[in-house]
């Protein structure tokens, strides 16, 4: 499976961008999706997560309230929703995809990635 996140861009602080992951190879439809990021100079880290279904989602603290994930049961594509958007927000942003039907923090979890897509956000 090949992800590939699209989406990102420049925006100010206090906007929103809509993240998409998708893979054009094999659907994951059936399986957990997360979201990761990485400033330069900073570990990979999560930011939210999705099971198979949609019915279970997790959050980082730093972006709960503020971001949402979504699927819609049958569709190859996942969202992250990112609202009242902050500098600490900026970072590349990564999906990945798991074996497993569930969702997960953790890194290891995931076993396809995509390449990522640049958030920057200008104060």
Known sequence: VQLQASGGGLVQVGDS?????????RTFTNNGVGWF???????????GSISWSGESTYYSDSVKGRFTIS????????????????????????????????ASSQVSHY?????????????
Not at 18 to 23: A, G, K, N
Not at 37 to 47: I, M
Not at 111 to 123: E, K
Request: net charge positive; with cysteine; aromatic share 10%.
């Open 71 to 102: 699927r819609r049961k049958g569709e190859n594509m996942v969202y992250l929703q990112m609202n009242n958007l902050k500098p600490e927000d900026a970072a590349v942003y990564y999906c990945a995809a798991s074996r497993y039907a569930s």
């Open 17 to 25: 961008l809509r993240l998409s992951c998708t893979s054009s190879r």
């Open 111 to 123: 076993h396809y990635w995509g390449q990522g897509t640049q958030v920057t956000v200008s104060s």
């Open 37 to 47: 990021r990485q400033a330069p100079g900073k570990e990979r880290e999560f930011v």
